[in-house]
């Protein structure tokens, strides 16, 4: 990625201070997403993490990890499945509660979304803590997933969620603030 390429993805967050909470900055991407070039060369970033490997599926993390994760299995041709919040998914779940930046928090996914040894990659907006990241990750292990990578547009890395993850699984963030 290009230093140009990154301050064209900065451009488009917006720093939205004390939301949803005091105290918490929220980078609200909503700007990039309705650039039609920087989202398009934002999904094409997060491809590149992958340095050529094909994954069977993208998971996406709710809700901003849907967004990222359908433009790239759209773009790749492959499936995409949502780990959801507590009481979203229909059919049989597995879940797993987590504590996050700014309360708790419970994720599911359905249990015949990943098969065993199915090659995935894991797509979020936000590194923070780690929390969801990493629950995302056990979810996937549970159901026998092989976890190709994992990508975030961006990492707050003060908080040092990379901590809270799986130093094995390759983890790449477009920006970090
Ligand atoms: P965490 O589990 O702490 O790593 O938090 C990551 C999740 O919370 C991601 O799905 C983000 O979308 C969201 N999130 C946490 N902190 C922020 C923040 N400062 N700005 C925007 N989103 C955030």
Known sequence: MTEEQKQQLESGIRDVVDFPKPGIVFKDITPLLANGDLFRLTTELFIETL?????????????????????????????????????????????????????????????????????????????????????????VKELGGDILGMAFLIELAFLEGQKNLDPDIDLTSLLTY
């Open 51 to 139: 340095n050529g490997q094909v994954p069977d599926k993208i998971i996406g993390i709710d809700a901003r990890g849907f967004i990222f994760g359908a433009a790239i299995a759209d773009r790749l041709g492959v499936g995409f499945i949502p780990v959801r919040k507590k009481g979203k998914l229909p059919w049989d779940t597995t879940g797993v509660a987590y504590s996050l930046e700014y309360g708790e928090a419970h994720v599911e996914i359905h249990r015949d979304a990943v098969s065993e040894g199915e090659k995935v990659m894991l797509v979020d907006d936000l590194l923070a803590t780690g929390g969801t990241a990493g629950a995302a990750i056990k979810l």
